[in-house]
């Protein structure tokens, strides 16, 4: 068994108007020193699977077809055997 560990965020390209409100709204609270915000999404799947490989391999493609928008969103995806 293992765990993935997934983040998703849109593509630098890609206008985020949520991270931009959230910078605003830290402006307004006295945060100048934080120069901008991306918001995402984060995901943690129990998997079962033989190997990490064969895990990595299930989420990926779970990511590829449900987790993210493959043409706006890129993510990253640790995995780790599950405590």
């Known amino acids: 068994m293992y765990t993935?560990?997934?983040t998703v965020t849109l593509r630098p390209a890609i206008l985020d108007?949520?991270?931009k409100a959230t910078h605003h709204a830290l402006q307004n609270l006295g945060f100048d020193q934080i120069k901008s915000v991306r918001i995402g999404k984060y995901m943690e799947l129990q998997v079962s699977?033989?190997?990490k490989e064969d895990a990595?391999?299930?989420v990926r493609s779970a990511c590829d077809k449900l987790l993210?928008?493959?043409v706006?969103?890129?993510y990253t995806v640790r995995i780790e055997p599950a405590e």
Do not use: L, S
């Open 56 to 58: 990595e391999v299930a």
């Open 49 to 51: 699977a033989d190997t």
């Open 17 to 19: 108007p949520q991270g």
């Open 72 to 74: 706006m969103e890129d």
């Open 68 to 70: 993210a928008n493959v």
């Open 4 to 6: 993935a560990f997934i």
